[in-house]
């Protein structure tokens, strides 16, 4: 039934078990520290985001069929500009939600090695010394207003709620698993 939930083969499951049990148990015994290109933890970095940006849009299919992590073709002026930054001694990361997958990780730096990158770190967590973020969903605000950047841009919300009173959109709302729930499944 829970593989019915996910819409995916029996080993998918599984391997998202197997990531979950290694976070926790990482956690517990060793501090999560990347060694990939970083130089001092205050230097400055560029996010760069994968899915969209770095590589094509997998209409939000991050497994293949056998359970593998999928991810798309690389874009041809994103993985130039990240090369000219590495090049130049500039700090990039790997700025994306796959970054809770180990699996998805370790697949991430094979796609990075067989496009000639870097072994970059992959992120999901952001800091103070990210002086830029490259991302196909990012809506630039003004600092300190709340406004965007380009209120004309095109948006992928399509309903906003503005009034207090208003209520949300009726129709029908889809939720993964709670956290909770994952940890019941170990």
Request: with cysteine.
């Amino acid at each position: 039934m829970l593989t019915e939930a996910f819409g995916r083969k029996a080993g998918v499951l599984e391997t998202a078990k197997s990531d979950v049990a290694g976070v926790l148990e990482m956690s517990i015994s060793e501090p999560n520290v990347e060694n990939t290109q970083i130089r001092d933890t205050r230097s400055p970095w560029i996010g760069v985001d994968l899915d969209g940006t770095l590589a094509a849009d997998t209409a939000g299919e991050l497994w293949d069929a056998d359970g593998n992590p999928k991810i798309g073709r690389p874009i041809a002026e994103m993985v130039t500009r990240v090369k000219r930054w590495v090049e130049g001694g500039c700090m990039v990361k790997i700025f994306t939600a796959r970054a809770c997958s180990q699996v998805q990780v370790q697949a991430i730096r094979k796609w990075l090695l067989l496009r000639g990158l870097p072994d970059l770190e992959v992120t999901n967590t952001k800091d103070l010394n990210m002086v830029e973020l490259w991302d196909d969903r990012c809506v630039q605000v003004i600092p300190n207003s709340g406004r965007p950047v380009n209120p004309t841009a095109p948006r992928r919300v399509k309903t906003v709620v503005a009034d207090e009173n208003a209520t949300a959109p009726k129709g029908k709302i889809k939720f993964l698993f709670s956290l909770k729930q994952i940890f019941l499944m170990l």
